[in-house]
């Protein structure tokens, strides 16, 4: 009796599994032709797009304009606020678990967007000085 509905059981899970990997492949296909279609006909597309919508989507698709300065800025403030709200979970454990979760956490995390910032800024100062060697 078990045997019957373990075989039912494992028979499900694998068709469940077939079905998975057949779509994750036809899936994979479908986006790599879906990218090359949006690289080739919007954002290397020589005329510029009509109306405002578009044209902010052409240069959010060629990364001309990058979130991940706001990104950061938020994922900071979650983290640190997450950080001080789950040292008061600590003090059940012990005051220095409590203390260095309310004091270093937050450093170390605010050491961390600071290199993460960094770099955003390297970045930004590399493309002024490209631009204006351009010119």
Do not use: H
């Amino acid at each position: 009796m078990y045997t019957t509905s373990l075989t039912s059981n494992s028979i499900n899970t694998f068709g469940a599994l077939q079905d998975t990997a057949i779509w994750g492949g036809i899936a994979a296909i479908l986006a790599i032709i879906g990218g090359i279609l949006v690289y080739f006909l919007f954002v290397k597309a020589k005329e510029n797009p009509k109306g405002k919508f578009l044209a902010y989507l052409k240069k959010f698709l060629d990364f001309k304009v990058m979130w991940i300065e706001t990104a950061i800025k938020i994922l900071y403030y979650i983290c640190t606020i997450y950080a001080v709200l789950i040292s008061f979970a600590m003090i059940q454990f012990s005051f220095l678990a409590f203390l260095f979760t309310l004091v270093v956490v937050p450093v170390l995390i605010r050491l961390a967007y600071e290199g993460a910032t960094m770099l955003v800024m390297i970045w930004r100062n590399t493309a002024d000085i490209a631009a204006n060697t351009k010119k």
